[in-house]
């Protein structure tokens, strides 16, 4: 169908992320913790401390955290940039801390990790390669200055170079590792959540076609009974008035009129007909239903239904908008990257119903075949596709129909064919899952409710 390959997320205009009171709140939590390990370094391990130093730099950061609380709301975030300023500073009052405090000889040096994790989580990755930058030349610049540790007797605390050297390699690499993983991870959720909102979308929309297909309908047949009181009544005043013409002109206008609004709402209610009173369908009547706005577009739709089309045993469905949805995203990926011919096959048997949609194009890449169906997924091309002149598409045809599919209860199956068959979708249900008892007859007529 298409050539596809894996899209980037495209980067999200600037907006508000993180709250600032979250980041004053951590910043709290970590002078507690710099103050406490430094009382029980210097009162329990008697080590010889730039204590007054330290405190210092401790103390900067009560300070910016005062003025933050005192100066901003609550409520307010931080953009991108905001964000990236307060972790640096966060990190570059850590890595100060850590010169004053013996370097790489330092257990604590693996916090300097923290600042680039966050960066990974909410920022972009332009931020997260500065921050992770910055944090390996921090620790490389620690492996040489610094100022030592030593115990309230003179004794020189040191870390055998060979420990310190290493310590050093495992921050590298937990910076690199951390930094990718994380980001990894927070771009795939992103592409997830905005991909199910999109679903959303797609499935409400079509929710709202069926639901407006039925009120149209319910509208031309309660105005039925009016207008053909109103079209009786002014043709019996019509003949009555023959002998005053102004006044039966004024009558046939009126029952004209009639006849035009009755011909609009049935006009208007063939689309929603169906949906008001045949809820169920046949299955090869819901596959038409679902192909019909590609069957115009210049490609050869062939339908292949098994046999002769019998509504007796072929199964009754009902038209559930997530299916036409799904199976119309199917049929127009086919339309667009087809040459000549989209064919459809629908098969059932007793225990599953299975649809195959084929097309007569280049088919899908051998090596994207295993993701088709996830999101974000599209045609990378530095020219215009001419079979899709215009196109921009998110890659989220598939995905969608995919999503609304197997929430049917469908199991979907991407694979090229064989000879002129390009790609082929086959999508099959149970068919305990998809087929419906038919109604004994038209059914209660109920009134429409939210």
Request: proline fraction near 6%; glycine fraction near 8%; include cysteine.
């Amino acid at each position: 169908m298409t050539d596809i390959s894996p899209d980037p997320l495209s980067p999200r205009p600037a907006s508000p992320l993180i709250r600032l009171r979250t980041l004053i709140l951590l910043r709290w939590w970590a002078i507690v913790g710099q103050a406490s390990a430094l009382i029980v370094a210097d009162q329990v391990y008697r080590l010889d401390l730039e204590l007054g130093l330290c405190f210092l730099v401790i103390g900067v950061s009560v300070v910016s955290n005062l003025v933050a609380g005192f100066v901003f709301s609550e409520t307010k975030r931080l953009s991108e940039d905001d964000t990236l300023l307060v972790v640096l500073f966060d990190m570059l009052q850590l890595a100060l801390l850590l010169y004053l405090t013996g370097g790489m000889n330092n257990p604590f040096t693996i916090l300097i990790v923290g600042p680039v994790t966050v960066s990974a989580s909410a920022l972009s990755g332009r931020a997260t390669l500065f921050l992770g930058v910055t944090a390996i030349i921090i620790v490389t610049l620690l492996m040489q200055f610094y100022l030592p540790l030593r115990t309230e007797h003179g004794l020189l605390l040191m870390v055998p170079d060979v420990f310190r050297f290493g310590n050093w390699v495992a921050i590298v690499i937990a910076v690199v590792f951390l930094g990718v993983y994380s980001r990894r991870i927070v771009q795939e959720m992103r592409a997830m959540s905005d991909a199910l909102q999109a679903t959303q979308m797609a499935l409400a929309r079509e929710q709202k076609l069926t639901d407006l297909g039925g009120v149209v309908a319910a509208a031309a047949h309660e105005l039925g009974t009016p207008l053909a009181t109103i079209k009786l009544t002014s043709a019996e005043l019509a003949e009555e008035l023959e002998d005053r013409p102004e006044l039966r002109e004024d009558a046939l206008l009126i029952r004209a009129q009639a006849d035009r609004c009755r011909d609009i709402l049935r006009s208007m209610g063939r689309a929603g007909k169906d949906d008001l009173h045949l809820r169920r369908a046949p299955l090869t009547a819901l596959v038409e239903e679902a192909a019909e706005p590609h069957i115009g577009r210049g490609k050869d739709i062939r339908f292949d239904h098994g046999g002769p089309v019998d509504p007796v045993t072929q199964p009754t469905v009902l038209r559930r908008p997530e299916i036409i949805h799904g199976l119309r995203n199917l049929v127009q990926n086919a339309v667009d990257f087809a040459r000549e011919t989209v064919a459809i096959e629908t098969r059932w048997t007793e225990e599953r119903i299975t649809l195959r949609i084929m097309d007569d194009g280049r088919g899908f890449p051998p090596d994207m075949i295993g993701r088709i169906g996830e999101p974000f997924i599209r045609r990378r091309a530095t020219v215009p596709d001419p079979r899709r002149p215009g196109y921009e598409g998110m890659g989220l045809g598939l995905f969608i129909a995919k999503t609304l599919l197997e929430r049917s209860g469908a199991d979907l199956t991407f694979a090229n064919g064989a000879d002129t068959v390009g790609a082929l979708v086959e999508v099959s249900w149970p068919r305990a899952v998809l087929e419906v008892s038919a109604p004994p007859g038209l059914g209660e007529n109920r009134l429409i409710s939210d």
